[in-house]
């Protein structure tokens, strides 16, 4: 009977060992049982005993084999993978798969005796994470239209296209921080709520936590702001200037790269109401110094995207049949235009050219204006300064003349603006006659006022659209399609 006892003890030890190191093996790192495809087109993958996973783009085969072509995200090129019909679920499953499921598979990496490509996989075992159901999934072999992936925005990463793109995205928002990285420049977090409206349009998105079936009301039956989570008006940020000066006037060269929000109804392709933003603001700087690092940031980002980004440019080329590589060369060829906003508005004038919109000074230039300014007559990338006082934002630095402001806009070909810049108006008196001139009431803006008080130094800035910056680059002809999950006016799915 002891006997009988002691061997069920025995057996119950050695269950509860496999069972702890079962326990172990749950606790073991998935991801690190897999190679990426772009290790293994890199050339850093042995040959021999491998694993991937990823989704199917195509496939193509017979009863006896299937050719399987697999892409991981981590780059622009697939792997093909060869399954033979002896893989035990050839039938059930392999024959089963189509384009957009999502497989593991475990085999021998070989060199490819096809063409096109230097690797392939000879399967040994393949695992089915999710089928894609061929009639419900929305993406399909055949070209799909911007159009429709946009309304499929869930997918487009998946599709060759996309991908590229926002991997793009990614490279380039790392250029920018490299830029400044290398040239002394402070990575600054301003805030996303704020009180204050930078470029005092009203286009602001309002923020509140009040009920707006019940909203409170003051004695005099206005909104009982008193109540609201910030206790007053707050709005989502339209630029991060304002408090990226303040940062400026004690680090003295900072960025800032972050979301921006505008409220502007305008459904172009061009506009979105949310965008990301690149801000710097330097103390000591002017005009002609931010017009220059304007330039030599958008220049350094195209040097950088054509040595480093051609296998996925190539595959935005090949779907938009335009290549925007020779117009990049050409603009790192000769400095940008600069011309005055006086002679830009003679030029358009005098050229013969017929505008929809009307021209005349102290009327704003409208896209068709500048892109004929840098596409047809400079056919450069153009920098348009010192516009009227009236057209610009109060924190304009005011000019001798009293009639124009100390701001540039870089124009570049297929786009239009994607650079807005200013010295900033660093003199008490002068700042104060503009914002009333604005309608902007001094008490909001009392801490900006404060830096021309104390201490006040000239200093300039620019904003530069990330968006824009990725259309001009790319050639991709509408800002919904540089975005992964573009806002725009009665679209905010996600
Ligand atoms: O010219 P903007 O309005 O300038 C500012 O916001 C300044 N506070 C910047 C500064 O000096 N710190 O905007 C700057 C840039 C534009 O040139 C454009 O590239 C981009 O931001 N932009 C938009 N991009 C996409 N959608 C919109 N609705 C945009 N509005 C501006
Ligand atoms: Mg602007």
Partial sequence: MSKLL?????????????????????????????????????????????????????????KKFSFLELNDGTNSKTIQVVADAVLPNYESEIQKLTIGAAVCIEGELVESKGQGQKYEIVAKNVEVYGFADPDTYPLQKKEMTYEYLREQAHFRPRTATFAAMFRIRSRV????????????????????????????????????????????????????????????PSFLTVSGQLEGELMALGLGKIYTFGPTFRAENSNTSRHLAEFWQIEPEMAFWNL??????????????????????????????????VDPRPWLRMTLEKPFVRVSYTEAVKILQECGEKFEFPLGWGLDLQSEHERYLCEKHFQSPTV??????????????????????????????????????????????????????????????????????????????F??????????????????DVVPFPRTPKNCLY
């Fill in 288 to 321: 002609t110094d931010t017009i220059q690092l304007g330039q030599d940031l958008v220049c350094y980002c195209v040097r950088r995207f054509l040595e480093e980004c051609n296998d996925d440019l190539d595959l935005v080329v090949a779907r938009n049949g």
């Fill in 384 to 461: 348009v300064y010192d516009y009227p006082a009236d057209l610009k934002s109060f924190y304009m630095y005011m000019n001798e003349d009293g009639k124009t402001v100390h701001g540039a806009d870089i124009l570049v070909p297929g786009v239009g603006e994607i650079v807005g810049s200013s010295q900033r108006e660093h003199r008490y008196d002068v700042l104060i006659e503009r914002m009333h001139k604005k309608g902007l009431r001094e008490e909001d803006y009392s801490w900006y006022l404060a830096t021309r008080k104390f201490g006040t130094v000239p200093h300039a800035g």
């Fill in 6 to 62: 002691n061997r069920i003890v025995l057996v119950s030890t050695i269950v509860t060992r496999v069972v702890a190191q079962n326990g172990a093996d749950s606790m073991k790192s998935l991801k690190d049982t897999f190679s990426t495809i772009a290790d293994i087109h890199a050339g850093k993958v042995s040959l021999g005993r491998v694993t991937v996973a990823g989704w199917l783009r195509t496939k193509r085969g017979s």
């Fill in 173 to 232: 928002s790392k250029f920018i921080h490299d830029f400044f990285e290398e040239n002394g420049f402070y990575y600054a977090h301003t805030p996303i709520f704020t009180a204050s409206d930078c470029e005092g349009g009203g286009n602001v998105f309002q923020v509140t936590t009040l009920p707006l079936e019940k909203i409170p009301r003051t004695p005099e039956g206005k909104v009982n702001y008193s109540e609201d989570f910030f206790g007053t």
């Fill in 463 to 480: 904003g530069l659209g990330l968006e824009r910056l990725l259309m001009w680059m790319t050639g991709m002809g509408n800002i919904r």
